[in-house]
């Protein structure tokens, strides 16, 4: 198994229940971005913002997978729950972004520097009238979209467009699925359980690789290493060439 194939099967399985549920969720599959790009830094100021996206006080999901296998992904997919940027009623809102990817390539020896090109792409992003205001290592992003990018048509679909863009571009990467919640805390709150998993994953990952001591028994991430098999293989190689190194 994966690093994260259980996240991805549970990710599935709370989007079916939410459906059942009756909660409206809007799905399309999406070409190449059209948006212009971003002169300069393109910092948004607070009297310029239309929407905040994931403000600290209200809070905020982001988090990544990848699975290396066939399992179900449809390329290019945006799934939207809640409402559209535009039609977004308060300047401040709780915010999810949720990211699977299917990769090839990766083993025990390449995963850790695969996994840091894909964490950078969002920082990539010079998309005209939006700013990624702050990213924490707790999983949480907050984002800023301007007032005159809403009046020219910026949705969830540009933004979806652009990363979906980037991540494709990476030679390792064959598809790409996001999906978005706008529809508050309730229907978000499903889903941070697995982003903790998540991150509790890519932290014991990054204290692997980093540290040129493993001494698991004071490790805090003994417990999701015993767990996930993946990185089990990944510390045995890392051990075989000599422990870890400092990123």
């Not at 996206?53 to 449809?74: Q, R, V």
């Not at 939207?80 to 915010?95: S, T």
Request: net charge neutral; charged share 20%; with cysteine.
């Amino acid at each position: 198994m994966g690093l994260f194939d259980s996240q991805f099967n549970q990710i599935a399985g709370q989007l079916e229940a939410l459906q059942a549920a009756g909660v409206h969720m809007h799905t399309r599959t999406l070409g190449p971005m059209t948006w212009p790009q971003a002169a300069g830094r393109n910092l948004i100021m607070n009297m310029d913002t239309a929407v905040e996206l994931g403000h600290p006080k209200l809070g905020s999901m982001a988090f990544l997978i990848w699975i290396d296998d066939s399992a179900p992904i449809t390329n290019r997919r945006m799934t939207l729950i809640g409402p559209d940027i535009a039609d977004i009623p308060n300047r401040q809102i709780p915010f999810g972004k949720i990211v699977r990817l299917r990769v090839h390539g990766l083993t025990p020896d390449n995963t850790y520097d695969h996994y840091r090109i894909l964490e950078n792409v969002r920082f990539d992003l010079r998309l005209h009238g939006y700013m990624l205001r702050g990213v924490s290592h707790y999983g949480r992003e907050w984002s800023r979209v301007s007032r005159t990018a809403i009046r020219e048509g910026f949705s969830f679909a540009v933004l979806a467009s652009a990363l979906m863009d980037r991540y494709l571009a990476l030679d390792f990467v064959e598809k790409v699925d996001i999906v978005f919640i706008t529809a508050g805390l309730d229907v978000m709150r499903p889903f941070m359980p697995l982003a903790e998993q998540t991150l509790r994953i890519t932290a014991a990952m990054n204290k692997m690789v980093s540290e040129s001591v493993h001494d698991c028994d004071t490790c805090d991430y003994s417990d999701v290493c015993s767990d996930v098999a993946e990185l089990q293989r990944m510390r045995r190689s890392m051990l075989a060439r000599g422990g870890g190194h400092h990123a």
